[in-house]
């Protein structure tokens, strides 16, 4: 593992933080939570192909299936 994934993941989340922010103080917080949701989406699959390849790592180390 890479250290360049958390940073993607930590420049997402501080850029998801202030859009939230700029659109609750515009009144806007039915948006501020969809865009929200849509960033918890994208790590969500970052992360889960960083699982899905570890999973795989252990099948071939230890020679399952």
Do not use: P, W
Not at 9 to 35: E, H, M, N, P
Not at 38 to 51: F, P
């Amino acid at each position: 593992m890479s250290v360049d994934i958390i940073f993607k993941i930590a420049g997402i989340g501080i850029l998801l933080a202030v859009i939230c922010q700029i659109l609750k103080k515009s009144d806007r917080d039915d948006i501020a939570t969809l865009v929200a949701l849509a960033g918890l989406i994208i790590v969500l699959s970052m992360v889960i192909s960083m699982i899905s390849e570890l999973f795989e790592s252990f099948k071939n180390i230890f020679s399952i299936y």
